[in-house]
């Protein structure tokens, strides 16, 4: 069975660009999360999907958005970027029924 | 203060040492994770835990909930074993949200 898949893998963008990254789970997993990784702050929770629901948001300002298509394939939307939004962005699939997640490779974004 | 704490943040051992690494949080929880992470980023989950004890290898997961702490343990470890060692939780009242620690660096020596 494939694992989680994210692209990019890569990215690097200016400050005041948008960015779009996506997150294809595994298949018949229905619930995608996305987390933000940075040196200072950690891992932290952005938002999690659930069968194109959002069901919970993480502390970030709005400029960061997401959605969930009908088979479950996540994007994640940051606009306006600045340059503290450099990071790797990790998303992670669940079958819905479990707490278990698998994680993907993460897209490591970079803003100059 | 952090709602998970790991501890210690660094740790270099020598390959086949027996090593510890803790995590204690604050919140009520439905779930703790420890997960594993290597340079460039992938992370694997090692562990999910509501109560008691897991072993899967030389990996050992234990968490006490009236204490609210944790330890996963690597027994005979190996250099292959170094990576950025996670210890997530699942509050009781975030639903789906994980909430993270530090992490633990782990370098093991040849």
């Known amino acids: 069975k494939a694992g989680v898949t994210q692209t990019p893998r890569y990215l690097i963008k200016t400050r005041g660009q948008q960015v779009t990254l996506s997150c294809s789970p595994i298949s018949g997993h229905r619930s995608v999360s996305w987390y933000q990784q940075t040196p200072g702050q950690g891992l932290q929770f952005l938002f999690e999907?659930?069968?194109?629901?959002?069901?919970n948001k993480g502390n970030f300002p709005g400029r960061f958005s997401g959605r969930q298509f009908s088979n479950s394939r996540s994007e994640m939307n940051v606009s306006t970027l600045e340059l503290g939004d450099s990071a790797l962005y990790l998303c992670?699939?669940?079958?819905?029924?479990?707490?278990?997640?698998?994680f993907g490779p993460g897209t490591r974004l970079t803003v100059t | 203060k952090n709602e998970v704490e790991q501890s210690p943040q660094n740790l270099t051992a020598q390959e086949g040492e027996f090593i510890t690494i803790n995590c204690s949080y604050s919140v009520g929880i439905s779930a703790l994770h420890w997960l594993q992470q290597h340079p460039g980023g992938g992370i694997v989950s090692l562990f999910m835990l509501s109560s008691g004890k897991k072993k899967h290898g030389r990996l050992i997961a234990t968490i006490n909930i009236q204490e609210k702490h944790s330890s996963l343990h690597i027994t005979a470890s190996h250099p292959r074993d170094s990576a950025v060692y996670i210890c997530?939780?699942?509050?009781?009242?975030?639903?789906?949200?994980?909430?993270f620690g530090e992490g633990t660096q782990l370098t093991v020596n040849p």
């Open positions: 999907y659930f069968s194109e629901t959002q069901r």
């Open positions: 997530a939780v699942r509050s009781e009242t975030s639903g789906s949200r994980l909430t």
């Open positions: 992670a699939s669940r079958r819905g029924s479990t707490l278990e997640q698998y």
